[in-house]
């Protein structure tokens, strides 16, 4: 009666403990199963929404998780085959069955650890230093746009525009350290990915993108310090236009006031002796001012700076002298006035 008890107790412990195991197993497996079904729907959505480099992220750290789980599913599985009673036909049976399960779970982890090591390098490749760069590209141009929009309201476009190229020359160096990044991480992958791989043609376009970016600032630069320059020349073409009319006024006053003097002396002490006042006339006003030969080097000087031209330089200069004479005025004041 006794030993009875004893081998149904036997029998529904060894049962128990057999489901047990088995339920362990299936848990386990199923754990996998879930993980990795989890990792690659996050995986999808970030892609989708064009975050690749969270999209590696996931992939990697998934695998990570789904690697340590199949190791779980292979510990269990030798767990249970080293408790087999071999010294049966059923328990060596059941020790085969286990083995097999071991081999497939081997097979198994063997391929997910190269999975998880290529996602590892993707991920360390995507995750050097691009991100950050991208960041500061955009708050840059974002921080260029607010002020160039404010100076713009008010009413300094020259400054706007001067603002909005230096913000272009810090977008074009950083775009231009960015696309250096980008084009080793592209080689990098073609190393470690192959040459088909989805990652290649994606990095490969993210290249190509940034080189356009490039081109555009440095064509929206070139622009805008070519319509500074005109919008500059203009106004200081306007500037002279308006002070030479205002000379030319003068001037032509001054040429009749000119005419009666010399009519004066003329018809007063002939045509001889009024070239002579004239003369000392001349003479008296340049006595009266800096030395002449300085005068005329400091003048030139300016001239040669604003007309950018020798021969122009040489024609404001000579312009200069004969106002001084026709007005009476010294050089260096009708020099302030042109």
């Given amino acids: 009666m006794a030993d009875s008890k004893v081998t149904g107790e036997m029998g529904t412990k060894v049962t128990l403990d057999g489901t047990q195991a088995i339920d362990t197993l299936k848990t386990l497996k199923t754990a996998v199963s879930e993980a990795t079904s989890s990792w690659k729907a996050h995986e999808a959505v970030l892609k989708s929404s064009g975050d690749t480099l969270s999209a590696a992220k996931t992939k990697y750290e998934g695998l990570s998780?789904?690697?340590?789980?199949?190791?779980?599913v292979l510990d269990r599985l030798k767990s249970e085959q080293a408790k087999v009673n071999t010294e049966t036909n059923e328990g060596q049976q059941k020790y085969s069955s286990y083995?097999?399960?071991?081999?497939?779970?081997?097979t198994k982890l063997v391929s997910l650890t190269n999975q998880q090591t290529k996602a590892k390098n993707s991920f360390e490749l995507q995750n050097s230093g691009i991100l950050k760069l991208n960041d500061s590209i955009k708050q840059s141009v974002s921080v260029t746009n607010s002020y160039v929009e404010k100076l713009k309201a008010e009413g300094n476009e020259t400054e706007a525009a001067k603002a909005k190229i230096s913000?272009?020359?810090?977008?074009?160096?950083?775009?231009?350290?960015?696309?250096?990044?980008?084009?080793?991480e592209l080689d990098k992958l073609k190393?470690?990915?192959?040459?088909?791989?989805?990652?290649?043609?994606?990095?490969?376009?993210?290249?190509?993108?940034?080189?356009?970016?490039?081109?555009?600032a440095t064509s929206e630069a070139k622009d805008l310090r070519e319509q500074l320059?005109?919008?500059?020349?203009?106004?200081?073409?306007?500037?002279?236009i308006s002070k030479l009319d205002s000379m030319n006024e003068k001037t032509d006053k001054a040429?009749?006031?000119?005419?009666?003097?010399?009519?004066?002396?003329l018809v007063a002490s002939g045509i001889t002796n009024a070239f002579q006042s004239i003369t000392n006339h001349i003479s008296a006003a340049i006595d009266a001012g800096m030395?002449?030969?300085k005068e005329q080097q400091k003048m030139q000087a300016?001239?040669?700076?604003?007309?950018?031209?020798?021969?122009?330089?040489?024609?404001?200069?000579?312009?200069?002298?004969?106002?001084?004479?026709?007005t009476g005025q010294a050089t260096d004041t009708v020099n302030e006035l042109e």
Avoid: C, P
Wanted: aromatic content about 4%; proline content about 0%; charged content about 25%.
């Fill in 191 to 216: 190393t470690a990915e192959g040459d088909n791989s989805e990652a290649i043609s994606k990095q490969t376009i993210r290249v190509n993108e940034t080189a356009t970016k490039m081109a555009h």
């Fill in 229 to 240: 320059d005109k919008n500059s020349s203009n106004s200081f073409l306007k500037s002279t």
């Fill in 65 to 72: 998780s789904v690697v340590e789980k199949q190791r779980s």
């Fill in 302 to 326: 300016v001239w040669l700076t604003l007309t950018g031209s020798s021969g122009s330089a040489t024609a404001m200069v000579n312009t200069i002298n004969e106002l001084s004479v026709k």
């Fill in 99 to 106: 083995q097999k399960q071991i081999d497939n779970a081997t």
């Fill in 255 to 265: 040429d009749h006031l000119f005419a009666k003097i010399v009519g004066a002396h």
């Fill in 291 to 293: 030395d002449y030969d």
């Fill in 167 to 184: 913000g272009l020359r810090e977008q074009q160096s950083k775009l231009s350290t960015l696309y250096s990044k980008q084009k080793e």
